[in-house]
């Protein structure tokens, strides 16, 4: 009994010291705050306190401060540094206008080192300019964004959309019950690697061996990003990183990177001309699959849910993308003399004359990114002459606070609204406040690919079919009619700005009735320039993109 108690008050003095250390490093922390510093947020367990907050709800605990505060911008203490966090659009605008000294790029370094695995020489030529390095990893992204736009993206839609329609004609032979997360993954994975990597596509290794290690690998990044000793502390996905890369890395010697889109082709090139080894560009494809896929599937996944649980909008979706499919007859063997009608969805139609859609595409986005976009401080920089951002500090800007801002959104801004975009809006909104891919100095250059896929994918989901949830009890009933539940975000996931669900959701498939017989197909035809900039969306030439989009009537900015 006395040993319990000695090991009792051993514990609590062990504990109160903890505290009183913390409490101490806390205020010394303040005490070296610059005045002209973003107010400090103390959080209630000091030093570690906004640590476990963030280790809890990830990238969305930001966003969660900023809820509760009504500061524009404050300070927080992290283990590895003084962090700001900027939640309103007010002034991310004038962060987005200092983005020489509030860099992206040496994230882009520590994700080639910890998620990639570069080292030495290797990283140093991709390191960033302002630290000392070459600066090629930079200039491998800035590849990107031409070949994602115009023919490259025409290119990349083709054999994307292909993909899409055989999974989706699977569906027709689906008589059981299935997971709908796991499956809209592995569609999407499939049919955007595809495009990307072209024939030789590593995902499908193995019998899309890749795929699966791949997502393995990305739901369990935390303990990568933390980086000490890796190999001990993250001994899975450590495994996993060096798996992918051993295949990425076999894809660019072979030069199968050759017959892959122009995305890849472009990438690859620079590396070279900008004398980055081979290995190492292909390493870049480990995390790289994060860009293509974590946020993608997650936004085909969240926009279709959001339509199926909701009958009103289903009909009213259903009504508006049937009007743009073409309906032609084609001779057809299995139907005798008959004949068989051949209904075809034009991606770029899609794109310009579904509002609704387009709107539910974009309300899913606005509601479910809870991504912070990271910024190193390169140099001081003062912002509205009045907060002092400090070199060698850290600001994250969470993309979700802005999205709820009620100045910006109205009183409904934290409701799902699938008309929200179709309206011309009474409120006048700032550029910045619709964030989800992002803004300077480093907007997602894969914008354009993944709306093109999304809203095909959801366009011809909801046209041929008939979804609803399927209980465990009635998992295999084809009758039975269970409401939607939806599962909660996954926290954890430190890949995505979209987050994907945790859990799984088993659903029920059959063709519509009077749909059935006919033959599915898309067709790709290229934006005009006008329509490409109905998604250059956030801040890209934002006064541009703000004057197509009024010219094209899409009530996205007043
Ligand atoms: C719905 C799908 C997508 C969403 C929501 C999304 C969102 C984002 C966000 C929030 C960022 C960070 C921007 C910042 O920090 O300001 C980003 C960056 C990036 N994304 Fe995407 N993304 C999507 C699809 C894609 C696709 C399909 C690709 C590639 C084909 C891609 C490639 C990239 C790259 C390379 C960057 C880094 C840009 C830079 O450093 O300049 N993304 N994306």
Excluded at 98 to 125: Q, Y
Aim: hydrophobic residues 40%; charged residues 20%; aromatic residues 8%.
């Amino acid at each position: 009994m006395d040993s319990v108690i000695s090991v009792l008050v051993r514990t609590g003095i062990g504990l109160a010291s903890v505290l009183l250390l913390a409490i101490v490093v806390e205020k010394a922390f303040s005490a070296r705050l610059d005045p002209r510093e973003p107010p400090l947020l103390p959080s209630k367990l000091p030093v570690i306190g906004h640590l476990i907050g963030f280790l809890r709800y990830g990238s969305a605990y930001y966003m969660q401060l900023c809820r509760n505060n009504d500061l524009p911008i404050y300070t927080i203490n992290m283990p590895n540094g003084k962090t700001y966090v900027a939640g309103s659009t007010q002034i991310v605008t004038v962060i987005q206008r200092n983005a020489k000294t509030l860099s992206f790029d040496p994230i882009l370094t520590i994700v080639a080192e910890r998620l990639g695995g570069i080292t030495g020489r290797h990283l140093h030529i991709l390191r960033e300019i302002e630290s000392g390095g070459d600066g090629a990893h930079r200039k491998l992204v800035h590849a990107m964004s031409p070949s994602l736009t115009g023919r490259g993206l025409d290119m990349m839609n083709t054999p994307m959309l292909k993909d899409l329609e055989g999974f989706l004609n699977e569906l027709e032979g689906q008589h059981v019950a299935f997971d709908l997360w796991k499956w809209t993954r592995h569609v999407i994975s499939i049919s955007s690697t595809d495009a990307v990597y072209g024939p030789e596509n590593p995902y499908r290794i193995d019998n899309d061996q890749y795929e699966a290690n791949f997502w393995t690998y990305e739901s369990n990044l935390t303990m990568l990003l933390v980086n000490v000793y890796p190999q001990y502390t993250a001994r899975e996905s450590y495994r996993q990183r060096e798996w992918l890369a051993e295949r990425m890395i076999d894809y660019y010697r072979r030069g199968a990177w050759k017959r892959g889109s122009l995305m890849v082709q472009n990438r690859c090139q620079t590396g070279l001309d900008n004398q980055v080894p081979i290995e190492a560009i292909a390493r870049l494809e480990v995390p790289g699959g994060t860009g293509i896929l974590s946020n993608t599937v997650p936004t085909a996944f969240w926009t279709l849910v959001n339509i199926l649980s909701r009958q009103t909008l289903l009909a009213e979706v259903r009504q508006e993308v049937e009007k743009v499919f073409t309906v032609e007859k084609q001779p057809d063997a299995d139907a005798g003399a008959g004949a068989k009608e051949v209904w075809t969805l034009d991606a770029a139609e899609l794109r310009t004359k579904c509002p609704l859609l387009f709107s539910i595409y974009q309300e899913t986005l606005r509601t479910r990114a809870s991504f912070a976009s990271p910024r190193y401080v390169l140099e001081d920089t003062v912002l509205e002459g009045r907060y002092l951002l400090k070199k060698g500090s850290i600001l994250q800007i969470p993309s979700a606070s802005l999205h709820n801002e009620r100045s910006q959104w109205g009183d409904g801004a934290q409701d799902f609204d699938p008309y929200r975009f179709t309206q011309k809006s009474m409120v006048k909104r700032s550029p910045v406040a619709f964030r989800v891919f992002g803004g300077a100095p480093a907007l997602c250059p894969g914008r354009h690919f993944a709306t093109v896929e999304v809203l095909c994918f959801v366009g011809m989901v909801v046209t041929r079919y008939d979804l609803s949830p399927a209980s465990a009890s009635a998992s295999t009933s084809a009758t039975a009619v269970e409401p939607w539940i939806l599962p909660p975000p996954n926290y954890g996931n430190m890949a995505a700005s979209i987050l994907p669900p945790l859990g799984d959701i088993a659903v029920k498939v059959s063709t519509r009735k009077g749909y059935e017989g006919r033959k599915w197909q898309y067709k790709v035809t290229s934006l005009s320039s006008e329509e490409e900039s109905l998604f250059a969306l956030a801040s890209e030439g934002v006064e541009n993109a703000q004057d197509s989009l009024t010219r094209a009537g899409v009530g996205l900015w007043k």
